[in-house]
């Protein structure tokens, strides 16, 4: 099977009614400490909220697409401890993880210049060899919201290490 074609674009171009359906699934809340019922208004200021990143730092947050069909929302929120990488599918998405985290990854260290990424994870996950293929390394912990996540931290350095080893995008 050949792989997916990954597109990121900005959320505020992906319906806004894919995105509450996305924020209200409840596979996906499960693993997300911080997440509350969205409604139309506050899943639209999410968007712009998520969006604005982009002017305030260079990066932020993208739709994802995959292979034309709207699969989630992902890419990098500005932290104080850094860009830190988040991903929630849709649940018939979810095999898709590993080919958009390594496109999101790509994109942002080859193409918006950042030095590190950080990923943080709620304890629900057990997430230490999933990341690890990846290059990520334990980085002790956050609390964002008031709620505990692992923390893990991939560098420039160690992605095109582990981005040589693998074969080239035929994309």
């Known amino acids: 099977m050949p792989p997916p074609r990954v597109e990121f674009v900005r959320l505020t171009e992906v319906p806004l009614s894919a995105v509450l359906t996305l924020l209200n699934e409840p596979r996906n809340a499960r693993h997300m400490p911080l997440a509350a019922t969205a409604t139309e208004t506050s899943a639209a200021k999410w968007v712009q909220e998520k969006d604005g990143q982009w002017e305030l730092h260079g990066y932020g ?13 992902g890419g990098f929120q500005h932290e104080a401890n850094g860009a830190d990488f988040a991903l929630v599918l849709l649940p018939e998405h979810w095999g898709r993880g590993a080919d958009i985290t390594r496109a999101a990854l ?30 990520f390394v334990p ?11 692992r923390q893990y931290r991939l560098t420039r350095d160690a992605w095109a290490t582990m981005s040589a080893d693998e074969p080239a995008d035929p994309r």
């Open 61 to 73: 947050p993208w739709g994802i697409l995959v292979d034309g069909e709207f699969a989630g929302w």
């Open 106 to 135: 790509r994109t942002g260290f080859e193409e918006l210049g950042l030095d590190e990424v950080i990923i943080a994870l709620p304890f629900t996950r057990s997430p230490t060899r999933a990341v690890a293929r990846f290059g």
């Open 139 to 149: 980085d002790g912990e956050v609390i964002y919201g008031g709620s505990s996540f």
